[in-house]
Every structure is written in structure tokens, then in C-alpha cells.
């Protein structure tokens, strides 16, 4: 069964700075996606940034950069520049390309505070 | 920017009573999906919906539950007979193609059972 780990239940970080958010998972597949996913306080889910497996370029976006290791299955999570507004929930989900469905796993969280 | 509405935002229902959870996905999105979050839990798959027809279902999703896109806007999920254990947030989804693109979410409707 895939499944989905991040190792880190709170962190925090001081504006400005960088920190890193770590995801690991387990699958037994080649070809799927993962995804970070930020929930601030208003609960809604917003998509950070998404890495394809088959591709060995590390995924960025802004001041947002993923480190992908397959072979490793980790999917850690850098946010560099720190501001106020990253505080949130950051989950780390997989999407597996098996079948015609997307049904992503979830880990369980990281809570980010970012503090002035 | 569109945005996949859910609504009520919270609602209290007595155990055993029926509940129905609105969603309005992103109006050109075809696959449309919920999930739940339990309190200190992970977020969990329910269900998928394509084409007016529920395309994968988890274990959690049994007879108690039903979904329905009953006027081609509104995506429902309904919970016939509601436990404690049905407490949760739970998210509704949407996204224009079944994998790999980017699956927009609600802003969740609390459901606490009591």
C-alpha cells in the first residue's frame, strides 16, 4: 500500500530565513506525482507545487523548491525568503498513475510557523 | 480566479440524522472527488466522480454514503444515517483531468455529530 510520511509535526522559521519540510512516501510504482499542498487558516487547500516522477529536474516555483530523490522516495519541501503569510498546514500527497483515478495519499501535516 | 465552493461551512447534526454537503466545483471541471479529514488525523480519500457516475470509492465510503451532481453545478455528499465517527472536515475537489493536474479544493465543511 502507498503510503506517506512526514516526519515533522511543527516547525518554524524566522522571516526571511529558509527552511526545509521533509516528505517521505512508499510506493511500488515508477510514474506518479507528488504534490504540496498548503492549508493557512482559512482551511482551504492550495496546490505549492507538484514534481512528475519521470522527471529528474527538481520542481521549482518562486521561492518555492522541491528536493526529489526517488531512489531515496523522498520529497522534501524548501521555502526559501520566509514571509508572515507561509504560515499554514503543509501536507505532502502522492497520486499514483495506476488506473484512470486520481485518489491522492496524504501525509500527515507539518504545521509552519513563520515568525516575525 | 475560480474556486470550488462548499457549503455550510459548519454543521452540527444529532447522531442518526441525515446530512447533505454541498459542493460547487470549478464550473469546466469534469472529475470531482471527496475527502475527509479527521480531527489529528490524515486527510482521507472518499470518492471519485466522472461522467455522472462514481468512478473509485475507499473502504470509509460504504452504504451510509451517497454522492450526486443533481443539477450539473452541485456535487452532494450525502450521510444517510450520521455516527460520531462521521465527524470530520471534509473537502470536496474538483480538477479538469484525472491525474497529475492540479486538484483545486474547497474550503471544507466541518461536520460535527453529536
Known amino acids: 500500500a502507498q503510503t506517506v ?10 522571516e526571511a530565513e529558509t527552511v526545509t519540510l521533509s516528505c517521505t512516501y512508499d510506493t511500488s510504482e515508477s510514474n506518479y506525482y507528488l504534490f504540496w499542498y498548503k492549508q493557512p487558516p482559512s482551511r482551504q487547500m492550495i496546490l505549492v507545487i507538484r514534481q512528475e516522477a519521470y522527471k529528474q529536474q527538481n520542481a521549482t516555483e518562486n521561492r518555492f523548491s522541491v528536493n526529489f530523490q526517488k531512489a531515496a522516495k523522498s520529497f522534501s519541501l524548501k521555502i526559501s525568503d520566509s514571509q508572515l503569510g507561509d504560515t499554514a498546514m503543509y501536507f505532502c500527497a502522492f497520486d499514483s498513475n495506476a488506473g484512470n483515478n486520481r485518489k491522492l495519499i496524504w501525509g500527515l501535516g507539518t504545521s509552519l510557523a513563520v515568525n516575525p | 480566479e475560480p474556486e470550488v465552493t462548499q457549503t455550510p461551512s459548519h454543521q452540527v447534526t444529532q447522531m442518526g440524522q441525515e446530512v447533505i454537503l454541498r459542493c460547487v466545483p470549478i464550473s469546466n471541471h469534469l472529475y470531482f472527488y471527496w475527502y475527509r479529514q479527521i480531527l489529528g488525523q490524515k486527510v482521507e480519500f472518499l470518492v471519485s466522480f466522472y461522467n ?54 474547497g474550503q471544507g465543511t466541518r461536520l460535527t455529530v453529536v
Open chain 2, 52 to 105: 455522472n457516475e462514481i468512478s473509485e470509492k475507499s473502504e470509509i465510503f460504504d452504504d451510509q454514503f451517497s454522492v450526486e451532481r443533481p443539477d450539473g453545478s452541485n456535487f452532494t455528499l450525502k450521510i444517510r444515517s450520521t455516527k460520531l465517527e462521521d465527524s470530520a472536515m471534509y473537502f470536496c475537489a474538483s480538477s479538469d483531468s484525472p491525474r497529475g493536474n492540479e486538484a483545486f479544493f
Open chain 1, 5 to 14: 510520511t512526514q516526519s515533522q509535526p511543527e516547525m518554524s522559521v524566522q
